[in-house]
């Protein structure tokens, strides 16, 4: 299997932090996002011109929950997703709040913090930051009560979920994501920065 995809990209994260906790192995194709061919390559495959996109045998699936979903699926990895219904609809709910609402809001701070420098040499708006720190508490408020009582996000176990979750986190630093109060949040990232898939799946800061 082929992955497209950017190191630098929280949503390639969720995919790699999957194939790694699995054991699967990826050829990988990183997409440079300045570079017009790597670009053109990337539209072949996915008509958004997004990573990450898998490739496997004339199959190209875009959309990274989707592709964490085929990978476990693919690979009968019932621990991380499992098949019985009401257990995988709870995984599916936290996915999607992850793809939905909190990703969303710390992509707001990556935006103003991180990329629109590079890519409009322009710097942050107070105005965004604000309207990204306010999304972020809304969010990470409601994951901080539920990880109050639990390790993990669903279950009593390590899912997707938490994979899906945590990614955008890997910007914790850098782009000022305001979570210093939510200790329960703090404590299962801190869990997650343990695992060996985290650990394997760390890009160095190119800039
Ligand atoms: N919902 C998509 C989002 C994909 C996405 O926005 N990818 C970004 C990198 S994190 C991208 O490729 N951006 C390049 C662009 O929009 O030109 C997913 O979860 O896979």
């Not at 061919?37 to 004339?58: F, H, M, S, T």
């Not at 190209?60 to 990895?77: F, P, R, T, V």
């Not at 609402?101 to 103003?112: K, M, Q, S, Y």
């Not at 801190?190 to 985290?198: M, S």
């Amino acid at each position: 299997m082929r992955l497209y995809h950017n190191p630098l990209s929280s949503n390639a994260r969720r995919v790699l932090l999957t194939a790694s906790h699995l054991g699967i192995k990826l050829d990988q194709v990183i997409i440079d996002f300045a570079n017009e061919a790597d670009r053109k390559r990337l539209e072949e495959v996915n008509i958004c011109g997004k990573v990450p996109v898998l490739e496997d045998d004339g199959l190209h699936l875009w959309e990274s929950c989707a592709i964490m979903q085929y990978l476990a699926d693919k690979q009968g990895a019932a621990e991380l997703y499992p098949t019985a219904l009401k257990e995988r609809a709870d995984i599916n709910r936290w996915m999607f709040f992850g793809a939905q609402h909190f990703a969303p809001a710390i992509g707001i701070l990556t935006w103003e913090y991180l990329w629109k420098k590079l890519v409009t040499g322009e710097g942050p708006d107070p105005v965004e930051i604000k309207k990204g720190e306010t999304y972020v508490h809304e969010h990470a408020s409601v994951l901080d009560k539920h990880l109050a009582t639990r390790q993990w996000l669903s279950g009593d176990k390590l899912s997707l979920a938490d994979f899906a979750v945590a990614a955008p986190l890997m910007y914790l630093g850098r782009a000022k994501v305001p979570v210093e109060q939510y200790q329960h949040l703090l404590a299962w990232f801190e869990r997650i920065q343990q695992l060996p898939a985290w650990q394997q799946t760390e890009a160095p800061w190119p800039f």
